[in-house]
């Protein structure tokens, strides 16, 4: 692949028109939300200002707990862009938390991947205060989310703390993700912040990772996606055939952003197949 196509394979914002218009109606519907629905906002997961989550209660304890991490190419964008992901699994039964974490390129991507660990593992260790079921957390992201969404699946949790289970997720979701960063440590759009050598995209991409969490991954990429999206999704199948045995999940008439959308939108194939994930546990 040469130079020149990665910013057009791998950058939405070129064929995507009216990012900002989008962006802004993001914001507005994050902010209706934190201001209709029940929800605890600003919890601190870790020792930085920038390690907190925003965490909507479904009304019955012990529900299953979806995890959103939201993209933005590990740069840009915050979790409040993002509480519209809530009232739909609120309204199913299930408790959705939605994270912050530091962003390129004040932080390196190592320490990303390490915040949303430490996440995890804070409502894993905190599930009886928020009143959910401790073995029925599922970790979804979007674009640069579903790429830390799949480095929790890499993840020996035994190893980050005392005491945590092997499997401490009953399963994830990837929206758009993106598991091989060769071709973005490339991308003159993104490389200078990205600041990835051989050794670190080895380290840092799932797709050269052993899998230490043996539950489903669901995959899903819009259907106007670029090719390099959609490559990317068949790239952690072939690495991860038995996580990913169900079938990529092509939603119609997304680009990038509005697969986003589907997450979140009771009537899509996406929305369905993640709320059999966190009702099965």
């Known amino acids: 692949m040469s130079i020149d196509s990665l910013d057009r394979d791998y950058n939405p914002r070129v064929a995507v028109p009216d990012i900002s218009g989008l962006f802004a109606r993001w914001q507005q519907s994050g902010a209706r939300v934190r201001a209709e629905l029940r929800c605890r906002l600003d919890l601190s997961y870790g020792p930085s200002a920038t390690q907190t989550l925003d965490f909507f209660p479904a009304d019955d304890p012990n529900s299953p707990l979806l995890i959103f991490v939201h993209g933005g190419y590990w740069r840009a964008l915050d979790k409040k862009d993002f509480s519209w992901v809530a009232p739909a699994y609120v309204a199913a039964g299930y408790s959705v938390a939605v994270l912050n974490y530091g962003l390129l390129p004040a932080i390196p991507l190592s320490e990303i991947v390490a915040q949303v660990r430490r996440a995890c593992v804070w409502v894993y260790v905190n599930a009886a205060d928020l009143q959910i079921d401790a073995t029925r957390i599922v970790c979804s992201g979007h674009s640069a989310g579903g790429h830390l969404t799949a480095m929790m699946l890499a993840t020996r949790w035994a190893d980050e703390a005392t005491g945590l289970p092997q499997r401490l997720l009953s399963g994830a979701v990837s929206v758009s993700g993106v598991f091989d960063l060769e071709p973005l440590a490339r991308a003159p759009f993104l490389r200078d912040d990205l600041r990835l050598n ?21 995959r899903a990429v819009g259907a106007l996606e670029t090719a390099a999206f959609h490559r990317q999704s068949e790239l952690i199948a072939e690495h991860w055939p038995l996580a990913c045995g169900a079938a990529l999940i092509d939603l119609p008439e997304c680009n990038h952003y509005t697969a986003c959308e589907a997450l979140a939108a009771p009537e899509s194939a996406l929305f369905r197949a993640v709320s059999e994930l966190l009702a099965a546990g």
Not at 198 to 213: A, G, I, K
């Open 198 to 218: 051989d050794v670190l995209v080895n380290q840092l991409s799932p797709v050269y990772l052993e899998l230490h969490n043996d539950v489903p991954l669901v």
